[in-house]
């Protein structure tokens, strides 16, 4: 079994799972065992599928300023966590693959292998949801088309997203190709950073 075809049904339980209530506060309640790599899966898709939902509440034209300012805090926090998750997979894998001897001209991706699976989990959403219109029994047939063809390139990016992943991880298992992974210094966060913060201590 490749990486993605573990990821991926894990992705699609969360996302059943939250819309079984359909609700940003709801509890997680996360089936797998602590400390494995599907419970951080099933946890990064989770904060995912509730992002997702803030970023829908926050663009309701209607939307108190006071709870905007609340909201906009909540998805502050869950870019965070967001961003930890991420780091948390890719130390994952160097741990994983610390053994590995790169060869002599190995290079070096792009990106890290959890911030490929990052844009991964986002596209199990994006089908999710695309689908969703494809299915809406009160959408007209023009919607329902123009959803349909944006569902069939989601599907094929599935695909080309999926293969890609698993073929950066056996490079990288083979020495192929060897990580490095840069923590997110964002400096909005940080009280030391951030001017409008450290101008207040």
């Known amino acids: 079994m490749t990486f993605t075809q573990l990821a991926w049904p894990i992705f699609e339980q969360v996302i059943r799972d939250y819309h079984v209530n359909d609700n940003v506060d709801q509890p997680i309640s996360n089936p797998y065992e602590a400390g494995t790599i ?8 989770w904060i995912d599928t509730v992002q997702w939902h803030f970023e ?39 741990e994983k693959y610390g053994h590995v001897e790169k060869q002599a001209d190995a290079t070096i991706n792009t990106e890290s292998p959890a911030w490929a699976i990052d844009r991964y ?19 007209s ?20 997203l999926g293969s890609a992943i698993d073929q950066l991880l056996a490079d990288i298992e083979a020495g192929r190709k060897y990580m490095k992974v840069y923590k997110q210094m964002k400096m909005y966060n940080d009280v030391e950073t951030n001017p409008i913060l450290y101008a207040k201590k």
């Open 141 to 160: 047939a023009e919607h329902v088309a123009k959803c349909q063809q944006k569902l069939d390139v989601l599907l094929t990016q599935k695909e080309d």
């Open 121 to 139: 989990s986002i596209l199990a959403l994006k089908i999710y949801h695309m689908r969703e219109q494809v299915e809406r029994p009160d959408a």
């Open 56 to 94: 829908d509440i926050i663009r309701d034209p209607e939307i108190d300023p006071a709870a905007a300012l609340v909201l906009k805090r909540r998805i502050d926090k869950s870019n965070q966590d967001r961003t930890d998750l991420v780091e948390m997979i890719d130390s994952y894998f160097l």
């Open 38 to 45: 599907e419970a951080t899966l099933y946890l990064k898709n």
